[in-house]
């Protein structure tokens, strides 16, 4: 049922002939993954490691695709170096294109590709992504992210193509095959990884809290967050198959080769330690004939003693071990699990042969993998001009009530950290983990977009303080969201925050008519400032070519994005406590409905 690109006859015969004269210890390895500062590559080539990754912020220095070219290209050749040479698999957090990369395209999040309902555009965006990560070296993209986000308030909304289960089933299938191309051995490819499984978009509110997260030796420095993050999804099984388990069915079928366990619990059970899910429910019942990459740190979780996390998290059904630091420990745990007879040398097997098979079927092995595109690739205007698309297609008219919008040409008084803010418009997971705000990388800002236009004389103030003599025909206000990422962005409280609503009033008393632009990874409850405004758009997090917004703001492109999810209208609970596919909101908290957008 899995629709994976595996033949039998070649790469599985390869796994099993290979994983029959491994050493236990080069067994373990194989199911090792760790991050890149913490492992050589003279280590790699010692201990024959399966796979390397480069998290979010795992960059080279300095960040080039050059440099990312030989950082990746030292590792891969380090893995032929060890005794059986068997290859090694680098992976990277692609999830809206090689977003690590200074210089790489950086595409509109996933929630905004929601909003295009566009398959063939997901496909050609991902597409993009593929070739621009494997022209630096890497095969492996983290992405997509199935989540079916139900909570507006969880910091990975934007993570997600939307609230209903069929949406992100398309197009997420679309993200699949975009990455996979015209085949995974095939130059320009990378092997795609569903996430994360499952029901990490059904979590309860509340469900975790500090106490949870004692594991991460980091959580001071990412604020009070993570209250609904990693929480447990309080569902029945016909719930969780109908709304969160239904996108991998199409992920699946489309042929994806890799799947990353959930951080959160099902009724109170971890999932990197389900037996039931990964194994009866993932493997046998679908067929899924790949391996299952666990999260960051993800089997810490299972149990205060990491020898006993390696035991519960490999016998349930995990293969890989996102590990990501202390990779020995984890190699030595393994071997002493199954000499303890704790872990069966048939799970662990199995585990290897699963790596194994997904490595010869992406080409990896013999006689030569296939070439990397041109480094070139990173970043090329064809690209550019791709996303610049996306970002149009993805913008949606929320409230228009008079036709204010396209503008003509006159002046604007412009204002807001937005409009002219990479950084902002990136979001999180953009050159590191939590993203940042400034130039961080390559791109084009909404001002500068407009600044382009023929015919639009532009006054920028970004505090809107104009000189109480300044009146023009239109303002354009662009509010964004500070950057995030995971549970640092669980926010309570999703109404406008007061200094963005006294920036709406400064404005407006200068101009006719007033266009707020929101770029935001959620929906934000914009209560009375609706009324303010002539005319509201939501661009959600577009990435490095803001002047796709322009184009729909001046007529040059349409407006065609609905809502690939409800927009709530008050300030309380925007969870869906029934976990039901529907509206995530109750009919008197939703301001608009989800598929509303005003059509040019």
């Known amino acids: 049922m899995s629709g994976a690109t595996i033949d039998p006859t070649r790469s599985q015969v390869y796994a099993a002939d290979l994983t029959a004269k491994m050493t236990l210890v080069e067994k373990a390895a194989q199911l090792t993954q760790v991050e890149k500062n913490s492992i050589t590559p003279d280590e790699v080539a010692e201990f024959a490691i399966g796979s390397v990754l480069s998290g979010s912020g795992g960059n080279p220095d300095p960040n080039t695709p050059a440099d990312w070219r030989l950082m990746v290209d030292e590792y891969l050749d380090a893995a032929t170096r060890s005794r059986l040479g068997v290859p090694l698999l680098y992976g990277t957090d692609s999830v809206h294109g090689h977003s690590n990369v200074r210089g790489a395209t950086i595409f509109p999040h996933n929630i905004g590709l929601g909003a295009t309902g566009d398959p063939e555009l997901v496909e050609a965006v991902y597409r993009a992504t593929a070739v621009e990560t494997a022209a630096t070296g890497a095969r492996w993209a983290f992405a997509p992210t199935l989540a079916v986000a139900l909570d507006a308030r969880w ?38 990884c569903l996430k994360h499984y499952v029901g990490d978009g059904g979590t309860t509110w509340g469900s975790i809290g500090r106490g949870d997260m004692e594991w991460i030796d980091w959580w001071d420095g990412w604020g009070p967050g993570w209250r609904i993050d990693q929480g447990d999804t309080i569902v029945d099984e016909e719930t969780l198959r109908a709304v969160h388990l239904k996108p991998y069915l199409d992920g699946l079928a489309a042929g994806s080769l890799t799947v990353m366990a959930s951080y959160n619990s099902w009724n109170g059970d971890k999932l990197h330690g389900h037996r039931y899910l990964l194994t009866d429910v993932l493997k046998h019942e679908l067929g899924f004939d790949g391996f ?41 745990n393994v071997v002493r699990a199954v000499e303890a007879g704790d872990l069966p040398l048939e799970r662990v097997d199995d585990a290897v042969a699963r790596v194994l098979t997904v490595k010869h079927a992406m080409g990896l092995v013999a006689p ?75 791109g084009t800002t909404i001002l500068g977009g407009l600044r382009e236009c023929a015919g639009f004389e532009v006054v920028h103030e970004p505090t809107g303080r104009f000189e109480p003599s300044v009146h023009a025909r239109y303002g354009l206000l ?62 959600w997090l577009p990435g490095s070519e803001g002047t796709g917004i322009v184009d729909v703001l001046i007529g040059a492109a349409p407006f065609s994005g609905r809502l690939p999810r409800t927009w709530p209208g008050g300030p309380g609970p925007t969870d869906n406590p029934t976990g039901s596919a529907g509206n995530s909101t109750s009919g008197e908290q939703t301001q608009w409905d989800r598929g509303h957008g005003v059509m040019t």
Do not use: K, N
């Not at 993570?159 to 995974?184: I, K, M, N, T």
């Open 155 to 192: 910091g990975r909304t934007y993570e997600s193509f939307g609230d209903d289960p069929d949406l992100v089933a398309r197009l997420g299938a679309a993200a699949v095959r975009g990455l996979h191309g015209d085949g995974l051995d095939r130059s320009g490819s990378v092997v795609s």
């Open 292 to 332: 299952v990459i666990s999260d960051w740190l993800g089997i810490d979780q299972l149990d205060p003693d990491p020898y006993r996390c390696v035991v519960d998290a490999l016998s349930a059904g995990v293969d890989m071990v996102m590990v990501p630091f202390e990779f020995r420990r984890f190699i030595d």
């Open 368 to 442: 030569q993998p296939p070439p990397p595109p041109p480094i070139e690739t990173v970043g090329c205007d064809d690209h550019r001009r791709l996303a610049r698309r996306a970002v149009a297609a993805s913008a949606v008219r929320l409230s228009d009530p008079a036709g204010v919008l396209p503008l003509a040409p006159a002046t604007v008084l412009v204002a807001g950290e937005g409009v002219d803010d990479i950084g902002l418009q990136c979001g999180g997971w953009t050159i590191e983990w939590q993203g940042g705000r400034g130039p961080i990388t390559r």
């Open 478 to 539: 662009v509010l964004a969201e500070p950057p995030y990422s995971e549970g640092s962005g669980d926010r309570a409280d999703l109404t406008l925050p007061a200094e963005d609503r006294a920036l709406v009033e400064r404005l407006r008393r200068h101009v006719d008519t007033l266009i707020l632009v929101l770029i935001t990874g959620r929906p934000l409850v914009l209560d009375s400032v609706i009324d303010q405004c002539d005319a509201v758009v939501a661009a």
